[in-house]
């Protein structure tokens, strides 16, 4: 669910770039996040030509490179497959355990490895601004 807090963010954005605020990147940005996963550029695409009719691929790539850019959203690259991008603003920091077969995302949270990453960062005189947990392997379904 898009905020109106994240709808200023990336007016703002834009603005500061020089870019206009189009009902193609409204749109872009509202499907996005309604979404509720990780989602890929055609996937996004695809949603997008049910209510934007005309809407390019292309548009839809430099929209989700902006929303990265302005810190809305994340993207996500594992080895030689689609990268996939996820909304990051208004969503809690979580890792990923990610399946190399078949590409599922499952979403963790565990305070122990958050403490124990602060700890190894306090320990060697390391001020952390972010960071990125993925654990490659495979899920159930795979084995």
């Known amino acids: 669910m898009i905020t109106h807090k ?11 770039k020089g870019l ?10 509202n499907v996005f ?9 055609e996937e996004l695409f695809n949603m997008l030509k049910k209510t934007v009719p005309g809407i390019g691929y292309a548009t839809v790539h430099r929209n989700l490179i902006l929303l990265c850019e302005c810190g809305l959203a994340e993207e996500i690259k594992i080895g030689k497959q689609k990268s996939r991008y996820e909304p990051k603003f208004g969503h809690e920091h979580h890792d990923h355990l990610i399946c190399m077969k078949c590409g599922r995302f499952i979403e963790v949270n565990d305070d122990k490895i958050e403490k124990l990453q602060d700890k190894l960062a306090e320990a060697n005189d390391f001020s952390p601004v972010r960071h990125k947990l993925e654990i490659y392997g495979y899920c159930k379904e795979c084995r």
């Open 20 to 29: 206009r605020n189009t009902r193609q990147r409204e749109e872009i940005l």
């Open 33 to 41: 996040f309604s979404a509720d996963k990780h989602i890929t550029v």
């Open 6 to 16: 994240a709808k200023d963010i990336f007016k703002d954005y834009l603005f500061e």
